[in-house]
C-alpha cells in the first residue's frame, strides 16, 4: 500500500534527549525518562527522524518537562497528551533507603506465587535427605562391627 508523500498519517516518533541536566550533575540526580515516543499527525514528507527534547533545563527535582513544552516543527502535530510528563530528574537514594528496597523487594518475591511452594519443597526434600543419612541403632550396630573386623584383620 503506496502512501502519498503529501497524504496526513499519524506515527510514532522517538524523543530524543540531549543535553545535561544541572540537577543530575551538580545534585547527584538519577535522570528518569518517562516516555521514549510521542504519537504525531502530520505529512507523510514531513514525518521526523526524532524530537530533540533539551534536559538542561531540569535543574532541580522538582523540575519537570511536559510535552506541551517540547518544540516540535510547525507542520508537525503532536497528538498525545500534552500534559505528560516526559522527563524529571530524581533525588539520590540514601544506603538506608536502598536496604529498605532490597528488603521490600526480597519480601514482595516472597508473596509470588511458587516461591513458597518451592523453598517448602526444598525444606522437604532436605528433610528426607537427612532421614536417609540417618541410620538406624540395628544398622549402626552393624556397620560397628564390621569396622572392628576390618581393624582386627588388619592387625
Same mark, same amino acid.
Given at each position: 500500500m503506496a502512501v502519498?508523500?503529501?497524504e496526513e498519517v499519524e506515527v510514532e516518533v522517538p524523543l530524543e534527549f540531549i543535553g545535561v541536566a544541572p540537577a543530575?550533575?551538580? +545534585? %547527584? %540526580?538519577?535522570? *528518569?525518562?518517562?516516555? #521514549?515516543?510521542? #504519537?504525531?499527525?502530520?505529512? !507523510?514528507?514531513?514525518?521526523?527522524?526524532?524530537?530533540? *527534547?533539551?534536559?538542561?533545563?531540569? !535543574?532541580?527535582?522538582? &523540575?519537570v518537562i511536559y510535552l506541551k513544552d517540547v518544540p516540535t516543527p510547525p507542520s508537525v502535530e503532536v497528538i498525545d497528551n500534552p500534559d505528560?510528563?516526559? !522527563? +524529571?530528574?530524581?533525588?539520590?537514594?540514601?544506603?538506608?533507603e536502598m536496604e529498605e528496597l532490597e528488603q521490600?523487594?526480597? !519480601? &514482595? *518475591?516472597?508473596?509470588?506465587? %511458587?516461591?513458597?511452594?518451592?523453598?517448602?519443597?526444598?525444606?522437604?526434600?532436605? #528433610? &528426607?535427605?537427612?532421614?536417609?543419612?540417618? #541410620?538406624?541403632?540395628e544398622k549402626a550396630s552393624e556397620r560397628k562391627e564390621e569396622v572392628e573386623q576390618v581393624k582386627s584383620n588388619q592387625d
Open positions: 502519498s508523500l503529501e543530575v550533575r551538580d +545534585l %547527584g %540526580g538519577i535522570f *528518569v525518562q518517562n516516555v #521514549e515516543n510521542v #504519537e504525531v499527525k502530520c505529512k !507523510a514528507k514531513d514525518i521526523p527522524k526524532s524530537i530533540t *527534547v533539551d534536559i538542561s533545563a531540569l !535543574a532541580t527535582f522538582e &523540575d505528560n510528563v516526559i !522527563a +524529571l530528574v530524581d533525588e539520590p537514594r540514601s544506603e538506608q521490600e523487594a526480597a !519480601a &514482595d *518475591v516472597s508473596q509470588v506465587e %511458587g516461591v513458597e511452594k518451592e523453598e517448602e519443597e526444598k525444606e522437604e526434600s532436605r #528433610e &528426607d535427605t537427612e532421614k536417609e543419612t540417618e #541410620e538406624s541403632p
